[in-house]
T-cell receptor
Framework: AQTVTQSQPEMSVQEAETVTLSCTYD???????LFWYKQPPSRQMILVIR??????QNATENRFSVNFQKAAKSFSLKISDSQLGDAAMYFC??????????FGTGTSLTVIP | DTGVSQNPRHKITKRGQNVTFRCDPI?????LYWYRQTLGQGPEFLTY????????KSRLLSDRFSAERPKGSFSTLEIQRTEQGDSAMYLC????????????FGEGSRLTVL
C-alpha cells in the first residue's frame, strides 16, 4: 500500500523568512506524481505545486519550490519570503498511474508577523 | 466556471437519519472523486467516477454509503442510518483525464451527527 508521511504536524515561520515542510512516501512504483496542496481555514484545497517522478529537475512555482529526492522517497516543500496568506494546512499527496490520490496528515503552517 | 460546488455546506443530523450531499464538478471534468476528512487527518479516498461509471470504491465505504453520478454530471453521496462516527468533512474533487490529473476541490460538506 502507498503511504504518505508528514512528520511535522505544526510549523511556524516569521514573515519574509523561509520554511521547509517535509514529506516522505512509500512506493514500489517507478512512475508516479507528487503534489503539495494548501488548505486555508474554511476554504477549499488548492494545488500549490506538482512533480513528475520521471523528471529530475525540481519543480518551482514563484516562491514555492520542492526538493525531490527519488531514492530517498522524499518530497519537501520550501516556501520563500513567507507571507501572511501562506498560513494554512499543507498536504503532501502521491498519485501513481492509477486513479487514487493518497494524502498525508498535513502540516499546519503559522506565519508570524 | 465557478469551480467545484458542494451542497449543503453544513448538515447537522440525528443519529439514524439519512443525509445526502451533492457535488457539481467543473463542467469539462469527467473524473469525480469523493473524500472524507476528519480533524487532524488528510483526505481519505472514498470513491471515484469516470463519467457516470463508478470505477473504484474504498473499503472505508460501508454499505450505508452510496454514491451516484447520473449522466456523468453532478454526483450525490448518500449516507443511510448515520452514526456519530460519520461526522466529518466530505470533500468532492474533479479532474480531467490523463496525468498528472490535478484535483480541483470543492469547499466540502461538513456533517455533524448528534
Amino acid at each position: 500500500a502507498q503511504t504518505v508521511t508528514q512528520s511535522q504536524p505544526e510549523m511556524s515561520v516569521q514573515e519574509a523568512e523561509t520554511v521547509t515542510l517535509s514529506c516522505t512516501y512509500d512506493t514500489s512504483e517507478s512512475d508516479y506524481y507528487l503534489f503539495w496542496y494548501k488548505q486555508p481555514p474554511s476554504r477549499q484545497m488548492i494545488l500549490v505545486i506538482r512533480q513528475e517522478a520521471y523528471k529530475q529537475q525540481n519543480a518551482t512555482e514563484n516562491r514555492f519550490s520542492v526538493n525531490f529526492q527519488k531514492a530517498a522517497k522524499s518530497f519537501s516543500l520550501k516556501i520563500s519570503d513567507s507571507q501572511l496568506g501562506d498560513a494554512a494546512m499543507y498536504f503532501c499527496a502521491y498519485r501513481r498511474t492509477g486513479n487514487q490520490f493518497y494524502f498525508g496528515t498535513g502540516t499546519s503552517l503559522t506565519v508570524i508577523p | 466556471d465557478t469551480g467545484v460546488s458542494q451542497n449543503p455546506r453544513h448538515k447537522i443530523t440525528k443519529r439514524g437519519q439519512n443525509v445526502t450531499f451533492r457535488c457539481d464538478p467543473i463542467s469539462e471534468h469527467n473524473r469525480l472523486y469523493w473524500y472524507r476528512q476528519t480533524l487532524g487527518q488528510g483526505p481519505e479516498f472514498l470513491t471515484y467516477f469516470q463519467n457516470e461509471a463508478q470505477l473504484e470504491k474504498s473499503r472505508l465505504l460501508s454499505d450505508r454509503f452510496s454514491a451516484e453520478r447520473p449522466k456523468g454530471s453532478f454526483s450525490t453521496l448518500e449516507i443511510q442510518r448515520t452514526e456519530q462516527g460519520d461526522s466529518a468533512m466530505y470533500l468532492c474533487a474533479s479532474s480531467t483525464r490523463g496525468f498528472p490529473g490535478e484535483l480541483f476541490f470543492g469547499e466540502g460538506s461538513r456533517l455533524t451527527v448528534l
